[in-house]
């Protein structure tokens, strides 16, 4: 079956502008959770939605923000976008509600900002 | 706020040798799950340990989640070109609202 999908995989943006990350879960996951990767400093969580709801957040700004839609899937959105947004942004999906079946990856969009 | 410490950082073994990396929590853990990273990649699920006592393994790769369900580790016997990487652990904590809590990574380096 497949797996997480997101798109794009790669993305140049210039300072101040607004970027929209999506992606689609693992058919039947109903979690996703966003992550925040830079060489260095390991998975900074953003947060996790589950039906639609979202269900943790992590301490990023609020430039910084999701939904997911009523098929799980889900987007990200970076508004006023800093040098310091340059970063792997990695998608997990989760069967269960608990993630007790660890969770799947997607392949991350690589976003750069210039 | 709740932690899970992750050590060492980097670890530099020669093939062959033996890795080990430790994950503590100042709390009771729910339950921990282990991923691997390889370089260029995204992390891929390994494991989850959930019982007190715990021990798994998978091939070379050995994990233990402590007693006190506080503590993991993963051993790697005999280390391989393909284990280079870096492994996570993340643990949930009963009251986390199923939110994990990441370690920082250990990376597994192979001596030329």
């Known amino acids: 079956k497949a797996g997480v999908t997101q798109t794009p995989r790669y993305l140049i943006k210039t300072r101040g502008q607004q970027v929209t990350l999506s992606c689609s879960p693992i058919?039947?996951?109903?979690?996703v959770s966003w992550y925040q990767q830079t060489p260095g400093q390991g998975l900074q969580f953003l947060f996790e939605?589950?039906?639609?709801?979202?269900?943790n957040k992590g301490n990023f700004p609020g430039r910084f923000s999701g939904r997911q839609f009523s098929n799980s899937r889900s987007e990200m959105n970076v508004s006023t976008l800093e040098l310091g947004d340059s970063a792997l942004y990695l998608c997990?999906?989760?069967?269960?509600?608990?993630?007790?079946?660890?969770?799947?990856f997607g392949s991350g969009t690589r976003l750069t900002v210039v | 706020g709740q932690q899970v410490m992750q050590i060492p950082q980097y670890q530099h073994v020669q093939e062959g040798e033996d890795f080990t990396t430790y994950c503590n929590s100042s709390?009771?853990?729910?339950?921990i799950q282990w991923y691997k990273q390889r370089p260029g990649g995204h992390p891929v699920f390994l494991i989850q340990?959930?019982?007190s006592g715990e021990v798994k393994k998978q091939k070379r790769l050995t994990f233990q989640f402590g007693e006190a369900k506080k503590n993991s580790s993963l051993h790697i016997t005999a280390t391989q070109t393909t284990d280079v990487g870096t492994y996570f652990c993340?643990?949930?904590?009963?009251?986390?609202?199923?939110?994990?809590?990441w370690g920082a990574g250990t990376k597994l380096i192979i001596k030329p």
């Open positions: 997990a999906s989760s069967y269960t509600g608990t993630g007790d079946y660890g969770y799947t």
């Open positions: 058919s039947g996951h109903r979690s």
């Open positions: 939605y589950f039906s639609e709801t979202q269900r």
């Open positions: 709390t009771t853990l729910s339950n």
């Open positions: 340990l959930v019982k």
């Open positions: 993340a643990g949930r904590y009963m009251d986390s609202n199923y939110q994990l809590i």
